[in-house]
């Protein structure tokens, strides 16, 4: 759905210094970017707009800037790894939250909505969303129960369905059970290897375990619940853990790049593999990466919530 704003439609010089209008010329904006940049507006955090919004900060990041070169208005200070709404950006806000609502009610009217039931509680593992398929975010955005989202590790997602912190998880983690709770596979991606392009392992097309046994291996989680295969299969092969090192994301590839070191990553990732690097797949299959939504065994909301899972398997189908 797109939104056409006349240039004559914000008057910017109480708020940007600005003489004439803040919107010059004819603009085409997306709903969903204005969604985005209200998210952000209301957080003064890119990161926490990703998260309300089921997307990636740089997809919030990049919708703003999309924004401010069509109103050609600041509408963010950028401070460091944060932001600050610019006087601008709150008049801009002010004026989207009023365009947003009326989107809204729109809809409601054109499906003969009600008042719906309170939205599912979805635990998602880390970094799931980061990189979803375009209509995997929008089917999550826009499930017409609403969805709240709480991020958390892969083991704690599992629990949180346990105890009934959540309706519904979404688990990122290699092929194994939930024993406590049901759950589907909705997606599988394939796992690779990252190594150094110089090293003797960049040359191979496939990769196995018993490859991995005299490595140093540095991974972006520490949950051994989340790589269960692959570290019990290093287990039976006298691996030793101690060469085992949880690292956030850069100071992992820079251990790759001067080669001191192999990383486990998904298909997603591997599509803009940093410089130096060679991606080289696992040979079984117990190693892909799953996406698994897990919900409780028992709950007066499970309709709803297979609906979710059923709309959520069918999106990454056609994605």
């Known amino acids: 759905m797109r939104w ?23 603009a085409i904006m997306e709903i969903q970017q204005l969604r985005y940049f209200l998210a952000a507006a209301n957080h003064s955090s890119f990161a926490r707009a990703a998260g309300q919004c089921f997307t990636s900060r740089q997809n919030i990041a990049h919708s703003v800037n999309a924004l401010e070169r069509e109103l050609n208005l600041p509408l963010f200070e950028r401070r460091g790894n944060s932001v600050v709404v610019t006087p601008a950006g709150q008049e801009v806000a002010g004026r989207v939250d009023e365009i947003l609502s ?146 956030a994301t850069a100071s992992g590839l820079y251990g790759i790049k001067r080669n001191e070191a192999v990383g486990i990553a998904t298909s997603y990732f591997v599509e803009s593999l940093p410089e130096g690097m060679r991606a080289v797949p696992f040979d079984d299959t117990r190693y892909d990466w799953c996406i698994y939504a897990l919900y409780p065994k028992r709950s007066n909301r499970l309709a709803t919530i297979m609906r979710f899972v059923q709309g959520l398997r069918k999106s990454y189908l056609d994605a």
């Open 4 to 26: 056409r704003a006349e240039a004559s439609g914000c008057d910017a010089s109480a708020t940007a210094s600005r003489s004439d209008s803040a919107l010059w010329g004819w």
């Open 102 to 247: 009326r989107v809204d009610a729109l809809q409601a009217l054109s499906v003969g909505q009600v008042p719906a039931e309170a939205g599912l509680r979805a635990a998602v593992t880390y970094n799931l969303l980061a990189r979803v398929p375009e209509k995997v975010e929008s089917y999550l955005y826009q499930f017409d129960r609403g969805i709240k989202l709480l991020e958390v590790g892969c083991e704690d997602c599992y629990h949180a369905i346990c105890t009934d912190e959540a309706d519904v998880g979404l688990a990122l983690c290699m092929q194994r059970d939930f024993p406590e709770c049901g759950f589907e596979e909705v997606n599988r991606l394939k796992a690779y290897v990252l190594v150094n392009e110089m090293s003797p392992l960049a040359r191979r097309s496939q990769l196995s375990v018993f490859d991995l046994k005299d490595q140093r291996i540095a991974l972006m989680s520490e949950s051994s619940f989340q790589y269960e295969p692959l570290f019990s299969q290093l287990g039976s092969l006298g691996y030793d853990f101690s060469n085992l090192s949880i690292a």
